[in-house]
């Protein structure tokens, strides 16, 4: 499987549910990112966490970081139409720590 | 502050044709970055510019592909021949400092090779 590999691949919920999306990697990290990719547009950077953090929220967004599992997840509470999106988990690698690793994504759709 | 840019949108060409991707990173940062994705996979790294240095070019799938930053400011990437499995999104990214892990994206070239 690869670096970054998000489950569940699409989620589909009723707004105001909330959505809960996983990553999972294979190499030791410094930390983790989440971004968001809206239709036709590029990707928003939502939320970053250190591997000596365990869980970090950032208005309705909650990530958590297990890095014995290896594994991370990313809560979407009360969730809206405007989340509607693909959600990605990228961990860097490379010289500097800088070049980004993808995952394959989890495409959410909110249901009015 | 204008964020990062990239021209054009949408790019349609035929197989053996040339097309060129512009990028251009945030006003002062060091850091480019270019990714694709292609239909259906993960995002991937191509490669890393800092300023007009390539710091990293592990990524670029092959030969025909040309990248290039001149003067250390906006990006150029050249598919040149295309073909049909270059077809995705060509993102860029831009990042500085400390904080270079932390990458700023622009909304990407969708490129369609027939």
């Known amino acids: 499987s690869q670096q970054g590999e998000e489950d569940p691949q699409a989620l589909s919920i009723q707004e105001g549910e909330n959505a809960t999306m996983n990553c999972s990697y294979k190499?030791?990290?410094?930390?983790l990112q989440w971004y968001r990719q809206n239709s036709g547009r590029g990707l928003v950077h939502l939320i970053l966490?250190?591997?000596?953090?365990r869980e970090k929220h950032s208005g309705r967004l909650r990530v958590t970081l297990d890095t014995s599992k290896k594994s991370s997840s990313l809560l979407i509470t009360a969730s809206r139409a405007a989340d509607t999106a693909s959600y990605f988990c990228?961990?860097?690698?490379?010289?500097?720590?800088?070049?980004?690793?993808f995952g394959t994504g989890t495409r959410l759709t909110i249901i009015p | 502050e204008a964020g990062v840019t990239q021209f054009p949108s949408h790019s349609v060409i035929e197989k053996g044709q040339t097309v060129t991707l512009r990028c251009d990173p945030i006003?002062?940062?060091?850091?480019l970055y270019w990714y694709r994705r292609v239909m259906g996979k993960e995002i991937k790294f191509l490669l890393h510019?800092?300023?007009?240095?390539?710091?990293?070019e592990s990524g670029m799938p092959n030969n025909r592909f040309l990248a290039e930053r001149t003067g250390g400011t906006y990006s150029t990437l050249k598919v040149q021949p295309a073909e049909l499995e270059d077809s995705g999104v060509y993102f860029c990214?831009?990042?500085?400092?400390?904080?270079?892990?932390?990458?700023?994206f622009g909304p990407g070239t969708r490129l369609t090779v027939t």
């Open positions: 990214a831009s990042s500085q400092g400390l904080r270079a892990y932390e990458q700023y």
């Open positions: 190499t030791s990290i410094n930390n």
């Open positions: 966490i250190r591997s000596n953090e």
């Open positions: 990228a961990t860097p690698r490379g010289f500097g720590n800088e070049k980004l690793t």
């Open positions: 006003s002062g940062h060091d850091n």
């Open positions: 510019f800092v300023k007009e240095s390539k710091q990293d």
